[in-house]
């Protein structure tokens, strides 16, 4: 199975009082295959959220390499790493955060044009929006949808430009059991479609089962994966 992240001993640390350092991350070594489903699970200030932001290009690691395809992300410019995001990389955050003015269609077209796809517009915003299950909902508007609904365009959102990375956290968090369920599946779903690697975080066991792979992290240390 081909990797198309790795992290070799990635540590991160916050100055905390006295001048001391609050270790988040204590030497990560992880392996995210292509095209598959990895979730990572933890509770609060496990330092799941702190690794996908460094896995996704958001924040830089004080030790440690992160090889996304083959290349250490920590040795690029911030420029660089700026390109990398809007190219490569999809993110979907627990706050939707949809634009409240434009519906469901601009919504993800305005994705589209931030990262200058070169496709035809139209057809891919469409193509997404079937795919998530609203393709008879893309008139409308944020506040005329529920919050799974929301959640489902945020990913339509996120997938529009083609990443190679879809990065999700605690997508499912402000969701009710079912729906939470619903936005799991079509991840995976998204994973044999588009053949789209999903990196997701949750604090949920039960939605664990439907990874791929599967990652818990404590205090900063992978105990389980």
Known sequence: ?????????????????????????????????????TMLKGRSGSGKTTLMNILGALDYPLEGEVLFQGQDITKLSEQQRGTLRRT?????????????????????????????????????????????????????????MSGGEQQRVAIARAIAHKPKVLFADEPTAELDTTTGLQVVKIFKELTQSEGVTIIMTTHDTGLMEIGDVAYELEDGEIIHG
């Open 88 to 144: 490569e990389i999809g993110f979907v955050f627990q706050s939707v955060a949809l634009i409240p003015m434009l519906n469901a269609f601009e919504n993800v077209d305005f994705s589209l044009r931030l990262a200058k796809y070169k496709g035809g517009h139209k057809e891919r915003v469409e193509e997404c929006l079937r795919m998530v299950g609203l393709g008879s909902r893309m008139n409308h508007m944020p506040q005329e």
């Open 1 to 37: 199975m081909e990797n198309i992240i790795e992290t070799k001993n990635v540590r991160q640390g916050f100055p905390v009082a006295g001048g001391e350092l609050f270790w988040a991350l204590k030497g990560i070594n992880i392996t995210v295959p292509r095209g598959k489903l």
